[in-house]
């Protein structure tokens, strides 16, 4: 997989409906995350574990400026 110039290598927006089945397997030789939307699994995230510790800081301090926005 290629990375942009930015570092990243893709773009997507997911819509999640209340209630859409959601899981989770971590790979731990790899130290990779696989995330699953959908009944079907339609959407899967895969991510090494820093950097879902990277989207999950970003994902609090989100959640954090929501909280005090109001």
């Known amino acids: 997989m290629a990375l ?3 570092g990243v290598s893709i773009e997507t927006v ?5 209630g859409v089945p959601v ?4 790979d731990v030789v790899n ?5 699953y939307f959908g009944a079907a ?3 899967v995230l895969i991510l090494t574990r820093d950097d879902l510790v990277q989207v999950m800081g970003l994902g609090a301090k ?3 400026a ?5």
């Open 66 to 70: 929501f909280d005090q926005a109001g």
């Open 41 to 43: 699994e339609q959407y």
């Open 31 to 35: 130290q990779e995350v696989m995330l």
């Open 14 to 18: 997911v819509h999640l409906a209340p």
């Open 4 to 6: 942009t110039s930015s």
């Open 62 to 64: 989100a959640e954090a």
């Open 23 to 26: 899981r989770y397997e971590i």
